[in-house]
Nanobody
Framework: QVQLVESGGGLVQAGGSLRLSCAAS????????MGWFRQAPGKEREFVSA????????YYADSVKGRFAISRDNAGNRVYLQMNSLKPEDTAVYSC????????????????WGQGTQVTVSS
């Protein structure tokens, strides 16, 4: 079955950096767009970033543009989210998701989801 497993979360001070990784199995990774979403306590899940199946068509939420960078390794079945200049408002559970062929900004475009990894940014 399809599995998406996130790693790399943790506690970091404001201004710091983290690199999230999502390992995919059980699917032909190279034909899936991948996305990162986050959910803070008491808030709805929101889009963070997405990348198309070939590494093109990259999107970012306005709130992370210029600070976060998404990338993927199709040979290794992984997608990454480099997060720099972290802010306390970035605190959330970050989940990766897979969408056939191309990712996008909408939750309903994604068929498969990981369990998430906690990111906590202290002020």
């Amino acid at each position: 079955q399809v599995q998406l497993v996130e790693s790399g979360g943790g506690l970091v001070q404001a201004g710091g950096s983290l690199r999230l990784s999502c390992a995919a199995s059980g699917l032909t990774f190279s034909i899936y767009g991948m996305g990162w979403f986050r959910q803070a306590p008491g808030k709805e899940r929101e889009f963070v970033s997405a990348i198309g199946y070939s590494g093109g068509n990259i999107y970012y939420a306005d709130s992370v543009k210029g600070r976060f960078a998404i990338s993927r390794d199709n040979a290794g079945n992984r997608v990454y989210l480099q997060m720099n200049s972290l802010k306390p408002e970035d605190t959330a559970v970050y989940s990766c998701a897979a969408a056939r062929f191309s990712g996008g900004t909408r939750i309903e475009q994604y068929a498969y989801w990981g369990q998430g990894t906690q990111v906590t940014v202290s002020s």
